[in-house]
Protein backbone atom coordinates (compact mmCIF):
# COMPACT_ATOMS: atom_id res chain seq x y z
CA UNK A 1 0.00 0.00 0.00
CA UNK A 2 1.40 3.33 -0.78
CA UNK A 3 1.73 5.78 2.11
CA UNK A 4 -1.02 7.96 0.56
CA UNK A 5 -3.15 5.76 1.09
CA UNK A 6 -1.95 5.17 4.60
CA UNK A 7 -2.32 9.23 5.51
CA UNK A 8 -5.52 9.14 3.16
CA UNK A 9 -8.23 8.37 6.00
CA UNK A 10 -6.83 9.86 9.13
CA UNK A 11 -6.67 13.32 7.48
CA UNK A 12 -10.07 13.09 6.46
CA UNK A 13 -10.99 12.47 10.39
CA UNK A 14 -8.74 15.17 11.43
CA UNK A 15 -10.59 17.65 9.47
CA UNK A 16 -14.19 16.46 10.36
CA UNK A 17 -13.24 16.66 14.37
CA UNK A 18 -11.44 20.50 13.69
CA UNK A 19 -13.78 21.71 11.88
CA UNK A 20 -17.24 20.11 12.78
CA UNK A 21 -19.66 23.29 10.96
CA UNK A 22 -17.98 23.01 7.48
CA UNK A 23 -20.46 20.40 5.72
CA UNK A 24 -23.26 22.40 7.59
CA UNK A 25 -25.13 25.01 5.55
CA UNK A 26 -24.60 28.17 6.72
CA UNK A 27 -28.43 29.62 7.66
CA UNK A 28 -29.50 33.29 5.88
CA UNK A 29 -31.57 36.00 6.34
CA UNK A 30 -32.95 38.16 3.62
CA UNK A 31 -35.06 41.38 3.87
CA UNK A 32 -38.30 42.23 1.09
CA UNK A 33 -39.79 46.17 0.64
CA UNK A 34 -42.65 46.97 -1.26
CA UNK A 35 -40.81 49.86 -2.39
CA UNK A 36 -37.24 51.13 -1.93
CA UNK A 37 -37.69 54.80 -1.85
CA UNK A 38 -41.21 56.31 -0.30
CA UNK A 39 -42.59 59.55 0.26
CA UNK A 40 -42.81 61.09 3.74
CA UNK A 41 -45.70 59.50 6.05
CA UNK A 42 -46.45 56.54 3.79
CA UNK A 43 -46.93 53.48 4.79
CA UNK A 44 -45.82 50.18 4.06
CA UNK A 45 -45.02 46.39 3.86
CA UNK A 46 -41.67 44.58 4.78
CA UNK A 47 -41.05 40.76 5.10
CA UNK A 48 -38.30 38.94 7.08
CA UNK A 49 -37.38 35.69 6.25
CA UNK A 50 -34.36 32.56 6.66
CA UNK A 51 -34.00 29.48 4.99
CA UNK A 52 -33.55 28.33 8.54
CA UNK A 53 -36.31 25.38 9.15
CA UNK A 54 -36.45 25.88 13.02
CA UNK A 55 -35.42 29.70 14.08
CA UNK A 56 -35.42 30.25 17.42
CA UNK A 57 -36.14 33.89 17.49
CA UNK A 58 -36.89 36.34 14.46
CA UNK A 59 -37.97 40.06 13.78
CA UNK A 60 -37.39 43.60 12.34
CA UNK A 61 -35.29 45.90 14.04
CA UNK A 62 -36.56 50.09 13.18
CA UNK A 63 -37.19 53.27 14.89
CA UNK A 64 -40.52 53.68 12.73
CA UNK A 65 -43.86 52.49 13.46
CA UNK A 66 -44.07 49.05 13.17
CA UNK A 67 -46.88 46.03 13.48
CA UNK A 68 -46.81 42.95 12.66
CA UNK A 69 -49.40 41.97 9.93
CA UNK A 70 -48.83 37.86 9.72
CA UNK A 71 -45.63 35.53 10.10
CA UNK A 72 -44.77 31.49 10.15
CA UNK A 73 -41.65 29.85 10.92
CA UNK A 74 -39.60 31.09 8.73
CA UNK A 75 -40.84 34.50 7.74
CA UNK A 76 -42.88 37.71 9.32
CA UNK A 77 -44.31 40.50 7.27
CA UNK A 78 -44.50 43.91 9.00
CA UNK A 79 -46.64 47.22 8.23
CA UNK A 80 -43.96 50.14 8.64
CA UNK A 81 -45.17 53.98 8.96
CA UNK A 82 -44.12 57.29 9.93
CA UNK A 83 -40.97 57.49 7.77
CA UNK A 84 -39.56 61.22 7.33
CA UNK A 85 -35.75 60.78 6.42
CA UNK A 86 -33.69 57.99 4.83
CA UNK A 87 -33.65 54.87 7.23
CA UNK A 88 -32.22 51.44 7.65
CA UNK A 89 -34.05 48.19 8.04
CA UNK A 90 -32.77 45.50 10.11
CA UNK A 91 -34.12 41.89 9.84
CA UNK A 92 -32.79 39.14 12.38
CA UNK A 93 -33.18 35.63 12.70
CA UNK A 94 -31.64 33.16 15.78
CA UNK A 95 -30.74 29.77 14.41
CA UNK A 96 -29.34 27.02 16.55
CA UNK A 97 -27.63 29.93 19.15
CA UNK A 98 -26.16 31.66 15.97
CA UNK A 99 -27.99 35.26 14.47
CA UNK A 100 -27.48 36.60 11.47
CA UNK A 101 -29.12 40.61 10.58
CA UNK A 102 -29.60 41.75 6.75
CA UNK A 103 -29.68 45.51 6.38
CA UNK A 104 -31.82 47.36 3.48
CA UNK A 105 -31.89 51.07 3.01
CA UNK A 106 -35.46 52.62 2.39
CA UNK A 107 -34.88 56.17 0.74
CA UNK A 108 -37.53 59.04 1.37
CA UNK A 109 -38.09 61.06 -1.33
CA UNK A 110 -39.91 64.57 -1.44
CA UNK A 111 -40.85 64.82 -5.39
CA UNK A 112 -44.33 64.77 -5.24
CA UNK A 113 -44.96 67.20 -2.77
CA UNK A 114 -47.10 69.68 -4.95
CA UNK A 115 -50.17 68.08 -6.83
CA UNK A 116 -52.33 71.33 -8.25
CA UNK A 117 -55.81 71.26 -9.34
CA UNK A 118 -57.47 73.81 -11.25
CA UNK A 119 -61.04 74.88 -12.95
CA UNK A 120 -61.54 77.56 -15.04
CA UNK A 121 -63.84 78.55 -15.14
CA UNK A 122 -65.56 77.38 -11.52
CA UNK A 123 -69.25 78.32 -12.55
CA UNK A 124 -70.75 77.47 -15.68
CA UNK A 125 -74.15 76.65 -17.60
CA UNK A 126 -74.89 72.97 -18.46
CA UNK A 127 -73.81 72.53 -22.32
CA UNK A 128 -70.89 74.97 -22.07
CA UNK A 129 -66.91 74.39 -22.50
CA UNK A 130 -64.78 74.67 -19.27
CA UNK A 131 -61.14 73.25 -18.74
CA UNK A 132 -59.43 71.06 -16.19
CA UNK A 133 -55.81 71.52 -15.62
CA UNK A 134 -53.54 69.19 -13.00
CA UNK A 135 -49.97 71.17 -12.79
CA UNK A 136 -47.02 69.50 -10.88
CA UNK A 137 -44.21 71.82 -9.93
CA UNK A 138 -40.50 71.04 -10.08
CA UNK A 139 -40.41 67.24 -10.35
CA UNK A 140 -36.47 65.60 -10.40
CA UNK A 141 -35.41 62.83 -12.58
CA UNK A 142 -37.81 60.09 -13.11
CA UNK A 143 -38.82 57.29 -15.17
CA UNK A 144 -41.99 58.31 -16.24
CA UNK A 145 -44.72 60.60 -14.38
CA UNK A 146 -48.51 59.86 -15.07
CA UNK A 147 -50.96 62.62 -14.28
CA UNK A 148 -54.42 61.22 -14.27
CA UNK A 149 -57.71 63.38 -14.36
CA UNK A 150 -60.17 62.02 -12.42
CA UNK A 151 -64.44 63.12 -12.17
CA UNK A 152 -65.35 61.23 -9.09
CA UNK A 153 -63.47 57.51 -9.61
CA UNK A 154 -64.00 58.56 -13.65
CA UNK A 155 -60.75 58.28 -15.34
CA UNK A 156 -61.13 61.39 -17.58
CA UNK A 157 -57.61 61.94 -19.03
CA UNK A 158 -54.02 61.00 -18.68
CA UNK A 159 -51.08 62.32 -19.76
CA UNK A 160 -47.54 60.32 -19.54
CA UNK A 161 -44.40 62.28 -19.55
CA UNK A 162 -41.01 59.98 -20.15
CA UNK A 163 -37.52 59.89 -18.80
CA UNK A 164 -35.96 63.53 -17.94
CA UNK A 165 -32.79 63.98 -16.31
CA UNK A 166 -33.37 67.02 -14.47
CA UNK A 167 -36.22 69.10 -13.01
CA UNK A 168 -39.10 69.90 -15.27
CA UNK A 169 -42.99 71.18 -14.88
CA UNK A 170 -45.42 68.32 -15.84
CA UNK A 171 -48.92 69.78 -16.97
CA UNK A 172 -52.01 68.31 -18.08
CA UNK A 173 -55.00 69.48 -19.08
CA UNK A 174 -58.37 68.27 -20.68
CA UNK A 175 -61.59 70.45 -22.11
CA UNK A 176 -64.87 69.18 -21.24
CA UNK A 177 -68.80 70.15 -21.83
CA UNK A 178 -70.13 71.08 -18.37
CA UNK A 179 -73.13 68.06 -17.48
CA UNK A 180 -75.81 68.81 -15.04
CA UNK A 181 -74.68 65.97 -12.82
CA UNK A 182 -70.85 67.58 -12.99
CA UNK A 183 -71.64 69.62 -9.68
CA UNK A 184 -72.37 66.69 -8.03
CA UNK A 185 -68.98 65.22 -8.20
CA UNK A 186 -65.49 66.20 -7.13
CA UNK A 187 -62.72 66.71 -9.98
CA UNK A 188 -59.21 65.57 -8.90
CA UNK A 189 -55.87 64.62 -10.00
CA UNK A 190 -53.72 61.65 -9.21
CA UNK A 191 -49.55 61.61 -10.15
CA UNK A 192 -48.13 58.34 -10.78
CA UNK A 193 -44.36 58.43 -10.16
CA UNK A 194 -42.03 55.70 -11.15
CA UNK A 195 -38.33 55.72 -10.73
CA UNK A 196 -36.74 53.08 -12.26
CA UNK A 197 -37.62 51.11 -15.29
CA UNK A 198 -36.71 47.80 -13.58
CA UNK A 199 -38.47 48.02 -10.70
CA UNK A 200 -42.39 48.39 -10.31
CA UNK A 201 -42.33 50.88 -7.74
CA UNK A 202 -44.86 53.25 -8.12
CA UNK A 203 -45.12 57.01 -6.10
CA UNK A 204 -48.43 58.98 -5.99
CA UNK A 205 -50.14 61.27 -4.52
CA UNK A 206 -53.74 62.90 -5.37
CA UNK A 207 -54.27 66.36 -5.70
CA UNK A 208 -56.78 68.32 -3.25
CA UNK A 209 -60.62 67.82 -4.71
CA UNK A 210 -62.20 70.55 -6.96
CA UNK A 211 -66.05 71.32 -7.07
CA UNK A 212 -67.58 72.79 -10.10
CA UNK A 213 -70.74 75.08 -10.03
CA UNK A 214 -72.75 73.74 -12.72
CA UNK A 215 -76.36 75.68 -13.85
CA UNK A 216 -79.27 75.58 -15.93
CA UNK A 217 -79.16 78.26 -18.81
CA UNK A 218 -82.31 79.86 -19.64
CA UNK A 219 -84.55 78.45 -21.80
CA UNK A 220 -86.28 79.55 -24.41
CA UNK A 221 -89.88 79.62 -23.68
CA UNK A 222 -89.07 81.69 -20.17
CA UNK A 223 -87.74 84.04 -22.53
CA UNK A 224 -90.72 84.39 -24.51
CA UNK A 225 -92.68 84.89 -21.60
CA UNK A 226 -90.30 87.60 -20.53
CA UNK A 227 -90.80 89.44 -23.63
CA UNK A 228 -94.39 89.09 -23.72
CA UNK A 229 -95.00 90.33 -20.57
CA UNK A 230 -92.84 93.32 -20.97
CA UNK A 231 -94.24 93.69 -24.20
CA UNK A 232 -97.95 93.79 -22.76
CA UNK A 233 -96.55 96.56 -19.55
CA UNK A 234 -95.33 98.67 -22.65
CA UNK A 235 -98.80 98.28 -24.25
CA UNK A 236 -101.04 99.28 -21.32
CA UNK A 237 -98.11 102.16 -20.57
CA UNK A 238 -98.49 103.87 -24.37
CA UNK A 239 -102.57 102.93 -23.91
CA UNK A 240 -102.51 104.73 -20.90
CA UNK A 241 -100.95 107.91 -21.77
CA UNK A 242 -103.17 108.40 -24.92
CA UNK A 243 -106.13 107.60 -22.95
CA UNK A 244 -105.20 110.17 -20.59
CA UNK A 245 -104.51 112.40 -23.64
CA UNK A 246 -107.86 112.12 -25.12
CA UNK A 247 -109.73 112.10 -21.73
CA UNK A 248 -107.69 115.56 -21.05
CA UNK A 249 -108.64 117.01 -24.48
CA UNK A 250 -112.23 116.03 -23.70
CA UNK A 251 -112.68 117.41 -20.34
CA UNK A 252 -110.94 121.15 -21.68
CA UNK A 253 -113.95 120.92 -24.73
CA UNK A 254 -116.67 120.85 -22.17
CA UNK A 255 -114.85 123.43 -20.00
CA UNK A 256 -114.97 126.26 -22.70
CA UNK A 257 -118.97 124.88 -23.35
CA UNK A 258 -120.02 125.89 -19.90
CA UNK A 259 -118.58 129.32 -20.02
CA UNK A 260 -119.59 130.70 -23.66
CA UNK A 261 -121.75 133.81 -24.29
CA UNK A 262 -125.25 133.48 -24.59
CA UNK A 263 -127.28 134.71 -27.26
CA UNK A 264 -129.66 137.37 -26.19
CA UNK A 265 -133.57 137.15 -27.18
Known amino acids: MSPCGCWGLPVVLLALLCCPGSCETAFEVYVQSEVLTVESGMTWKVNCSTNCTEPEMGGLETSL?????DEQAQWKQFLVSNVSQDIDLHCYFICSGEQQLKTLNIGTSYLL????????????????????ECRVPAVEAFESLTLILLRGKETLHRKTFEKTPGPQEAV??????AHRNDSHHNFSCRAELSLHSHSREVIFRISEPRMLDVYEPMQDN???IIITVVSVLLFLFVTSILLCFVLGQHWRQNRRG???VQPQT
Not at 113 to 132: H, S, Y
Not at 172 to 177: E, G, H, N, P
Open 113 to 132: EQVLLKLQPTRVAVGTWFTI
Open 65 to 69: TKNLL
Open 222 to 224: QMV
Open 172 to 177: ATYQRL
Open 258 to 260: NYG
